[in-house]
């Protein structure tokens, strides 16, 4: 779902929200922008840290935020009727408008308090549809990301710290490795739980005890969870992964709840939203939804490039706007500069070839250049060549030489063709390939 500017407007006039006034609101705004721009400066502004009203920065941020948790459910569990959209609509725009205010706010000196901060920070801009931005915020905060040592720590705080780790790296996705490790972590901690469990168990009684032990037990799902997530997001599989974050995460937050934890129950309802996003979001999605070879090019690309999730322009063009849908005829696709249009034009190719395979079908990819020619052939070899999809350029100027007329008139010498609208005229006219044109 693509948020507007109408959804942001319409969160505006959420109770919450208007219950502070338009005044504050404004007011608060241009505090939270001002100190946005102050940070990306390196509090290079005149205005001292004292003039930003930290207090009315939360009461705003927790007014926006109570309005997107009106609609989590709808965003875990979307349903095709009017009501639900709404919902839906609310809580992403409540949740991008949140994230703008805690962005900004102190960072606590508190490790688990840090961490939860950290982490609320990060499903609310994930549920908002902000995390290029929250790839941002990582940068600026880095110190916040520091994963406290384990060294001394009660059996719940080290779990909770190495599931933080965990949560770094999946929400970070740097390389193979970062997600990979996530396995390790949490199969190190069932190692662990033997040793430390009982020994925390014991030093507590009562209704401490009880709480201390649905803690652990909200702990444990949510570490099931994201060894899961981490796994979905490497392998694509399960297929049914959605079931398996719903059980773990909706257990996590009952023993939260019993364990008298609200701050840990609301941010296992966040990190909830947030998994089946990554989920929904991954390059896995498109893989299960299309064909064999898309799947090996996921395969592919998730491996040696470290490239998990689409984003977000490419989820509206493959998601709402139906770019893969194989009755269309003519897409047109319209992005800004790194915006991801060469990934959605491969997606498209591959579908193509593979509905054409038994055809012998080609693909033709005009560049306005032959510089561009060159660069996106290498892109595409690079991309392709794993696949076993042949791909050739046509760089001549404004004939087609013996090399290219040979090239043109073998079977199978290419599955792509890269060429300027020029050289693919002349092709095209003179009826030189004579297997059919796929795409």
């Keep these: 779902m693509t948020l507007t500017q109408e959804h942001l407007i319409q969160v505006d006039q959420h109770w919450a929200v208007q219950s502070i006034g338009d005044e504050l609101r404004v007011q608060a705004m241009e505090m939270a922008e001002l100190r946005l721009v102050d940070v990306a400066l390196g509090n290079l502004l005149e205005h001292p840290q004292a003039e930003f009203d930290t207090d009315l920065l939360e009461r705003v941020a927790t007014a926006y935020e109570l309005a997107a948790i009106e609609g989590l459910g709808a965003l875990l569990h979307p349903v095709a009727n009017q009501g639900n959209k709404h919902l839906r609509e609310l809580a992403q725009a409540g949740a991008y408008r949140a994230f703008g205010f805690f962005r900004v ?11 939860f901060h950290v982490l609320h920070v990060a499903g609310l801009a994930y549920c908002g549809d902000r995390w290029t931005d929250l790839r941002r915020w990582f940068e600026e905060q880095r110190n916040a990301l520091d994963v406290p040592s ?53 030093q507590t009684q009562g209704a401490q005890a ?14 099931k969870a994201t060894e899961r ?23 996590a937050q009952k023993a939260a709840q019993a364990s008298k934890d609200p701050q ?22 498109v893989a299960h939804t299309v064909n064999s070879r898309v799947t090996r090019f996921v395969s592919h690309v998730t491996k040696h490039k470290s490239l998990f999730e689409l984003l977000p322009p490419q ?3 493959l998601q709402e706007q139906g770019l893969l849908d194989q009755a269309s005829r003519a897409v047109i696709v319209d992005l800004p500069t790194s915006g991801g249009k060469t990934a959605l034009a491969q997606f498209r190719m591959l579908q193509a070839l593979n509905q054409f395979d ?8 005009v560049a306005p250049t032959r510089a561009l020619v060159s660069q996106i052939t290498r892109r595409l070899r690079e991309d392709f060549g794993p696949l076993g999809v042949q791909v050739e350029p046509l760089t001549g100027a404004v004939e087609v030489d013996a090399f290219e007329e040979a090239l043109l008139g073998e079977a199978r010498a290419f599955q792509v063709l890269v060429a300027t609208p020029e050289k693919l005229q002349l092709v095209m006219r003179n009826k030189k390939v004579a297997r059919p044109l796929a795409l």
């Design 264 to 285: 840990l129950e609301m941010i296992l309802r966040w990190l909830h939203v947030t998994s089946r996003k990554m989920v929904a979001g991954s390059l896995w999605w």
């Design 229 to 251: 997530l981490a796994v979905y997001m490497l392998q694509g599989e399960p297929v049914a992964i959605d079931a398996q974050l719903d059980q773990h995460f909706e257990a």
């Design 315 to 317: 989820r509206a063009a």
């Design 358 to 365: 038994l055809d012998d079908g080609w693909v033709a990819y």
């Design 105 to 115: 706010l102190p960072i606590p000196d508190d490790n688990e308090a840090r961490l």
């Design 210 to 223: 009880q709480s201390i032990a649905m803690r652990l037990v909200a702990l444990y799902h949510w570490a």
């Design 150 to 202: 384990v060294a001394g720590a009660s059996w719940d705080k080290r779990l909770l710290y190495r599931i933080f780790d965990c949560w770094l790296r999946l929400l970070r996705k740097n390389r193979w490795d970062d997600l990979d490790q996530v396995s390790e972590i949490v199969l190190g901690l069932r190692n662990d739980q033997a040793n430390h469990e009982k020994a925390l168990l014991e």
